[in-house]
């Protein structure tokens, strides 16, 4: 493997005996622990506030709404408006991560994306809010490439499901939060000030992110720290970081899991963007109802997502392929979500409704553990974020399709159940894509 240098200070080499060593008798240092599991809590703090920045329209639809007199459609479009660009985002973004670091690429994201968030409460016109949504969504792109990538700097091979699932507890801890915390803040302050108490504290959490994060080869850690590491790394690959970025789209498995994310945030984003408005319109519960209900199948999604990484830990330790190990919890989310989905919308009381709803949110999130596990799975060490940003760019093509979509078939039926079907069947379609397509690791030869 060859040394990556970042001012002076490199990684130290161990040999392949003292890896396996290393790695199979011997625990990781008190100090690594603390320090990995310590970047982890803050990549689910700043995370969580990323989606409770995203959910802020969600929780105000209805309000923004009346005040501003848009329509079904424009709110529609308005909340397509942050994945699309978000989506493109993504193709640069893992680029930058794998160029100059988590630490410096992430703080700046949180800052920028905490401004826009702010500049929502100043807004005056449809226009001006389609254009701060834009940038909000553009900055936002950092979050989960980075996270991918701290978690394949400071974890081995098959150890990584468990801290994936831990930092994608983010987005069920904001979707949750969102209703609850968003609802509460909006009827004290008034939905402008929403936007901005959120920017506000976004821009503080920057700074949390710039003053701790290091990587492994900027700390003092014992050699049998870096010996674990060295365990079961992709190899990483030479070369110029925007030519590996184009090679990898010769890779089936890179349109696998492009295709498969594009499915799984489809559903997600169906009910992150439209579920507030859903249970008021078609299921007529009354704004402070559904900042309660709401928040159930995301504090439901919390689980899921524990419960799919330490799946994928967990065939892995049985002998089942890296690959194949990250596809069970993937496949068995997809297709679960989809089956609840459909239970939701055909249900005839609220309860029923709210427990499928749950349901699917439990298995879609077991899916997301599987999905931001795979990048480190499939790509050299050094394109790991790069990888898991190309994902996440068809995640969210997904994502910016799902509001519109869902509100232009709900408008034209009269109804969301048509919609929710049609959510479904994306994402059956995404869980065929992934076992079929997604079959052998990424190796970019020079």
Known sequence: MDKIKRKGRD????????????????????????????????????????YLDRGTLSVANVVIRQEMGFSTKEMGLLL???????????????????????????????????????????ITSFPQFIMARMFLGATESPQYPTAARVTANWFKQRDRGLPTGVFNTASMIGSALSPLLLTGLMLACGWRWMFAIMGLLGIGMSF???????????????????????????????????RNWARLFRFPCVWGMLFGQMGSSYLTWTFITWLPGYLEMERHLSIKTTGFVASIPFLCGLFGSLAGGALSDYCAERGMSPINARKVPIILGLLGAAFCTVGGATADSVALCIAFISGAMTFAYTCVAGIWSMPSALAPQ????????????????????????????????????PALFVTATVACCAAVCVLFVVRRKITLED
């Open 382 to 417: 050094n394109s790991v974020a790069t990888m898991g940003s190309i994902q996440n760019f068809g995640g969210y093509l997904g994502g910016a399709m799902a509001p519109t979509v869902t509100a232009y078939v709900a408008h034209e039926a009269g109804s969301f159940v």
């Open 11 to 50: 990684m130290p080499q161990v040999d392949a005996a003292q890896s396996h060593t290393g790695s199979n008798q011997r625990p990781v240092s008190k100090k690594m622990q603390k320090y990995r599991w310590t970047a982890l809590t803050i990549l689910v703090v700043s995370g969580t506030i990323n």
């Open 80 to 122: 397509s408006a942050f994945a699309l660009p978000y989506a493109f985002a993504q193709l640069p973004i893992g680029l930058l991560i794998d160029r100059f670091g988590p630490r410096r690429v992430l703080s700046i994201g949180i800052a920028a994306w905490s401004i826009a968030q702010t500049l929502c409460g100043f």
């Open 208 to 242: 949390v992110w710039y003053m701790f994060y290091r990587e492994p080869r900027e700390m003092n850690l014992p050699a049998s720290d870096y010996a674990y590491l060295a365990t079961e790394a992709n190899p990483e690959v030479k070369g110029s970081a925007l």
